[in-house]
């Protein structure tokens, strides 16, 4: 069964501020005590440029990126030239509670036989839902704003 620890989700949020330091801010909680949700909130990396973007594959319309976005990290070369950054959230999420000597990630998921059974739930935002990424330009925050 899912669970995971606060001093688990604390040994993560540290991994993440000592590999990023004061480049990125995040919000690492617990969730239903089963899953940790790493939001990155602000940062010096500009999502709104079009790179996150989406498009419809039914009706071709394009959704601009709005300062929030759901990761999804079993796929993030799906995010073009953020992929790297994804992937290390992603490795740091996975592997941090086991290097401070909490619980070790593992996934034994059979999805034929519908049975679930790992150690925890990750899930990987960009913003929140009502608190959209703000852009960190030489020590100002700035919230930009998409035109309609």
């Known amino acids: 069964m899912a669970y995971i620890d606060t001093k688990d989700v ?48 039914y009706n071709g319309r394009v959704t601009e990126f709005s300062g929030y976005e759901q990761i999804n990290h079993y796929h993030t070369h799906f995010y073009g030239k953020h992929e790297a950054l ?10 941090a509670p086991g290097l401070a000597g909490g619980k070790q990630y593992f996934c034994e998921d059979d999805t ?9 739930y990750v899930s990987i935002n960009v913003g929140k839902w009502d608190k959209p990424y703000e852009i960190n330009l030489e020590g100002q925050r700035r919230t930009l704003t998409i035109a309609a």
């Open 86 to 95: 994804f992937t290390r959230i992603s490795e740091i999420a996975h592997t």
């Open 112 to 120: 034929m036989t519908d049975y679930f059974s790992r150690a925890y």
């Open 10 to 57: 604390k040994a993560i949020r540290e991994a993440l501020k000592a590999e990023f330091g004061k480049d990125f801010k995040f919000s690492v909680t617990r969730e239903h005590f089963s899953s940790v949700r790493i939001s990155v909130m602000s940062g010096v990396e500009n999502f709104y440029d079009g790179s996150m973007d989406t498009t419809d594959k």
